[in-house]
T-cell receptor, first 115, second 111 residues
């Protein structure tokens, strides 16, 4: 299926652990993103990669480190997890042009719970 | 700094009613505006994308309008159905490629 897929769907872990979330898109898009949806359902961008190059890095603790091995994959590694990191993390992709982005497609989300 | 607000925060209507969801944004320098739907525990589904040069887009029972100069967009849903129950999010895209999301409208359509 043509999609943005991310794994795992659910992640429960203890404080202080390190965890990774993986994302893959087969839409041929050149740009990928990580968004965070907090407990109040507000969505905010964290990172964006265009053709494997980091182009957006919002004010995110440096415990969060994205990695893009190729333009179809974008992973998110989180070190020393804290309770406040509990949220739903969404991967997305789009095609970026000089007039904005097209075809924004979101994955189904990873619900991270830190206990 | 771009801020996006959606009104109302929640809406409950009987089946068959036509309804309007509102979205306003503070910076009119946008490239496009998108409406998404999010079902509980699910990801986001793109409903309509309006480019800054366009005034409206239609898909089935959905019609979205854009008034860039006044910083407003509306999503019109005709003949609502219980299956339309979800959270509706608007998001604006600017010169950077990130989307700035609104606060969402939780819609419940009662059978």
């Amino acid at each position: 299926d043509t999609a943005v897929s991310q794994t795992p769907k659910y992640l429960v872990t203890q404080m202080g652990n390190d965890k990774s979330i993986k994302c893959e898109q087969n839409l041929g898009h050149d740009t990928m993103y990580w968004y965070k949806q907090d407990s109040k359902k507000f969505l905010k961008i964290m990172f964006s990669y265009n053709n494997k190059e980091l182009i957006i890095n919002e004010t995110v603790p440096n415990r969060f480190s994205p990695k893009s091995p190729d333009k179809a994959h974008l992973n998110l590694h989180i070190n020393s997890l804290e309770l406040g990191d509990s949220a739903v993390y969404f991967c997305a992709s789009s095609h970026l042009t000089g007039q904005g982005n097209y075809g924004y497609t979101f994955g189904s989300g990873t619900r991270l719970t830190v206990v | 700094k771009q801020e996006v607000t959606q009104i109302p925060a929640a809406l409950s209507v009987p089946e068959g009613e036509n309804l309007v969801l509102n979205c306003s944004f503070t910076d009119s320098a946008i490239y496009n505006l998108q409406w998404f739907r999010q079902d509980p525990g699910k990801g986001l589904t793109s409903l309509l994308l309006i480019q800054s040069s366009q005034r409206e887009q239609t898909s089935g029972r959905l019609n979205a309008s854009l008034d860039k100069s006044s910083g407003r967009s509306t999503l019109y849903i005709a003949a609502s159905q219980p299956g339309d129950s979800a959270t509706y999010l608007c998001a604006v895209g600017g010169a950077t490629n990130k989307l700035i999301f609104g606060t969402g409208t939780l819609l419940a359509v009662q059978p």
